[in-house]
């Protein structure tokens, strides 16, 4: 740090414990100076030889016929007015970073100009000033932070534009002439501690200046700000970098300190000139989009305006599939029921597709109207984003308050070209059901009709064929579908597909028969996949032997048949009660059914299509025969 002393003379001021200041001398003291509650006992001469303030109230003291005078409103208080009358007396005097503003605007205000002594305390300090403080990184630093409490006298004095101009100048010279604090490093040093800097064999980052520009008033953070970006020297994402750890210095990680209203206002303020000073291209950084979710975190929670909000949104679009699932946790506020705002994602989903030219079928438009931009989204991007949504699903299923229509919306707002697995979607449909046992069964169905069986892992098939929660139709395609990957064989899938066919047949009359009592039964947690299932479904792979086509389909069916009913008993009591009720005459001759379009239980409208005659069964009614039922 900077420093300069003035006066040659030992320090004679004392003080007798109050408020009253005197000066060791022979001669007795003959004025009697008043500032703020302090009183000063000193000397004529010596001051009027110096200030042109004092001259003035001096004489006017005398004619009055009174050695006291009274000085108001005097920059920096008490303590400058100690450093210039100090300087009066010749006494030694040390000028550094802390107190050289308020030197210098305590000087102005008594009037210590050249006109009336030469090398007045105005010409040392800006000496000083030029020489010593705006050349130092740090001190320039130091002293603009002390001219906020000297207004207007810094302000008149151009003081913090100096201080200003000279931190934004050194912010933006070339890094390898840096040599300044980037070798500062607070988390070593105590909370007064200045680390001077040293030299280092490290290259200087481009953003070095960022974490020392944090210690500001958010007001002279962003008049030094623009400085810095009016320069053009700074690239976009250092100015993203230095807001960033600027709202991590200031900005409370304790999201219920924000909806506190002492502090609303003054965090308000500093969302409102972290957004203005945000660079104007809007896809600048591809790492923002953490640092901007946070901040409409902050926008949500203290009500900043839809302004702010709009602003932060149209940023976040563009790189939405970068964000976390954490980052997209964004707490709803009263009278929103739920725990986290799941309309404001669902909105930012709706324009990154609608910006993005992407329809609901994930085809990409050409003609894109003039709202949208090119926001490099491609097909990584989608498979991306549509990951993200199915682990937010996940999170926010827990939610009681979740709505069915909510969580509906939200999963079907993805392409379903985006969602090549169906894994992560069914994670949040068992996580939904569960924390929401008490749903209809119509409820049960639409939120379990959003899943694929297709599309399943075999890990995940095992999960589901033995997870209670799901409808009955839906762990049958979960079965047969296993059952169909199982035998692997593209020749011998249609046998299969027939005998699917059957089952989903005899499920509408086992569904019928079984009616809603099941549901209020208590619901076990899903078995963990193990090993038994996986050796079950491994039992029914079938392998081809060579025999005519003729008979390949019926020796398929009927491993198939005998494999499931001498496995049936592993399975839960769930499983099996199904398997009784739809593997009567497994083994018969197949017969033919006519697959067409039925009622509501066709099932998902993605289960295995038919193509095959399935077995004719002997206890089958004439109306049941005469049923058609979908497979599509």
């Known amino acids: 740090m900077k420093f300069m002393k003035l006066g040659s003379k030992p320090d004679a001021f004392q003080s007798d414990g109050s408020d009253s200041r005197y000066v060791m001398s022979e001669l007795p003291s003959d004025i009697v100076i008043h500032v703020d509650e302090a009183r000063f006992y000193l000397h004529k001469f010596p001051l009027l030889s110096k200030s042109s303030l004092l001259q003035r109230l001096i004489i006017e003291a005398s004619q009055n016929g009174t050695d006291e005078v ?11 007015f100690e450093i210039c009358a100090k300087f009066c007396y010749g006494i030694v005097v040390t000028l550094n970073a802390y107190n050289v503003v308020a030197a210098r605007c305590a000087a102005e205000y008594l009037g210590m100009t050249e006109d009336v002594e030469k090398s007045n305390l105005i010409f040392k300090i800006e000496v000083f000033l030029n020489s010593g403080i705006f050349r130092s990184w740090k001190d320039s630093i130091i002293a603009l932070q002390t001219t906020d409490a000297l207004l207007p006298w810094s302000e008149e004095l151009k003081l913090v534009g100096r201080c ?9 010279v070339n890094p390898s002439n840096v040599m300044w604090s980037y070798t500062y490093n607070r988390k070593s040093a105590s909370s007064n501690e200045i680390v001077e800097a ?31 970006k009016s320069r053009g020297r700074i690239p976009s994402d250092a100015v993203i970098e230095a807001l960033k750890a600027y709202a991590a210095r200031w900005l409370p990680d304790c999201y219920d300190t924000l909806v506190d209203d002492v502090y609303s206002t003054s965090y308000k303020h500093l969302l409102e000139t972290i957004i ?41 679009v563009s790189q939405l599939h970068r964000a976390s699932v954490h980052d997209l946790l964004i707490p709803s506020k009263p009278p929103a029921q739920t725990t986290y705002d799941v309309e404001l994602l669902q909105t930012l989903i709706s324009r990154y597709m609608r910006r993005a030219g992407v329809t609901e079928d994930g085809i990409f438009l050409n003609n894109l109207d003039q709202e949208m931009f090119e926001t490099n989204v491609d097909d990584e991007s989608l498979l991306a984003l549509c990951k993200l949504v199915d682990r937010y699903l996940a999170e926010v299923a827990s939610d009681p308050n979740l709505s069915v229509s909510s969580f509906v919306g939200l999963a079907t707002s993805m392409p379903e070209s985006a969602r090549p697995t169906h894994d992560g979607l069914y994670t949040a449909i068992d996580i939904f059901l569960k924390l929401h046992p008490g749903l209809p069964k119509m409820e049960k169905r639409k939120i379990s009709s959003l899943m694929d069986v297709k599309k399943l892992s075999k890990e995940a098939c095992i999960h589901a064929a033995q997870n209670d929660r799901l409808p009955l139709r839906v762990v049958v ?34 569904d019928d028969d079984d009616g809603d009592g099941w549901k209020d039964r208590a619901l076990p947690e899903p078995p963990t996949p193990g090993g038994a299932l996986r050796k079950q479904l491994g039992s029914l792979k079938l392998t081809d032997q060579g025999g005519a086509d003729d008979d390949g389909g019926r020796r398929l069916v009927a491993r198939s048949s005998a494999a499931i009913q001498s496995s049936r008993l592993s399975l839960s009591s769930r499983s099996r009660r199904i398997f009784d009720k739809l593997w009567v005459g497994g083994g018969k001759p197949p017969g033919e059914v006519v697959v067409g379009k039925g009622s509501d239980t066709s099932g998902s409208s993605q289960s295995p299509r038919s193509s095959a005659k399935p077995l004719e069964s002997k206890s089958s009614s004439s109306s049941s025969r005469n049923r058609r039922y979908s497979v599509s």
Not at 72 to 78: E, F, T
Not at 164 to 172: F, G, H, L, N, R
């Open 198 to 228: 040293r030299k280092s064999s490290l290259a200087v980052p481009k953003d070095w200046w960022v974490e020392d520009l944090c210690e500001l008033d958010v007001d002279l953070y962003r008049r030094v700000m623009v400085a810095i």
């Open 164 to 172: 200003i101009d000279s931190v934004a100048t050194k912010a933006t």
């Open 276 to 316: 203005w000073l945000l660079p104007s291209d809007k896809g600048s950084s591809g790492s923002s989009c953490r640092f901007f979710l946070k901040l409409l975190k902050v926008t949500v929670l203290i009500g900043a305006g839809d302004l702010l909000k709009e602003e932060l949104m149209d940023r976040i």
């Open 477 to 510: 395609q979960v079965l047969f579908f296993e059952q169909l990957r199982a035998a692997g064989a593209q020749a011998n899938g249609a046998a299969a597909n027939g005998a699917s066919a059957r089952c989903l047949a005899r499920l509408a009359e086992a």
């Open 70 to 80: 009274v000085i108001h409103d005097i920059p920096g208080g008490v303590k400058t």
